[in-house]
């Protein structure tokens, strides 16, 4: 069981990281977890201002854009990008108060992101402008957290066997 202090709303496997999942929950939560789907280990978490409704993967880039239902009043956001794994935000996308993100979802070439709001509009936001995509071959060391996991996952540099 993976556990979260509010309804997960949102979860999103790495498309250059197969067994990299990031799940995110609602607004008694606000929390961006991270697991190592393989095993069950909770890699990282990271707390948001706001309410998670939709987490999505660059396929160009080691970011990820997470969007929000219910934020913080003072600064309310309808998304945000960051960087992965230090979770910089690169990104925010102001909201006026009112307005919140019921869902999103990449476009097929993944340059931009369709959003459904509670006004009940659809929006379009081109987030992401490369042309080439991350492919498996580009797992670096530091994105499980965990020598041994990222040794499982054949991330890194190999060394002699212990014996």
């Known amino acids: 069981m993976l556990p979260h202090f509010a309804a ?29 789907s393989n095993s069950g280990t909770l890699l990282d978490a990271y707390n ?19 969007s929000f ?11 945000s990008v960051y960087s992965y794994p230090k979770m910089d935000i690169l990104i ?17 070439d993944g340059k931009s992101v369709c959003v459904v709001a509670n006004d009940e509009t659809v929006r379009f936001y081109h987030i992401w ?15 499980f957290g965990s020598t041994l996991l990222e040794l499982a996952e054949g991330v890194g540099t190999r060394t002699d066997n212990l014996r």
């Open 8 to 36: 997960v709303k949102a979860i999103a496997y790495c498309p250059w990281a197969p067994s990299l999942l990031a799940t995110g929950a609602g607004s008694k939560d606000r929390m961006i977890r991270f697991w190592h």
């Open 48 to 66: 948001t201002k706001g309410q998670i409704t939709s987490i999505i993967w660059s396929v160009s880039s080691k970011q990820l854009l997470v």
């Open 69 to 79: 239902g219910f934020t913080d009043f003072s600064s309310p956001l309808l998304m």
């Open 92 to 108: 925010n996308v102001p909201a006026t108060c009112d307005l919140r993100v019921l869902s999103a979802v990449p476009s097929p």
């Open 129 to 143: 402008g490369s042309k080439y995509s991350l492919t498996l071959s580009s797992q670096t060391e530091g994105v």
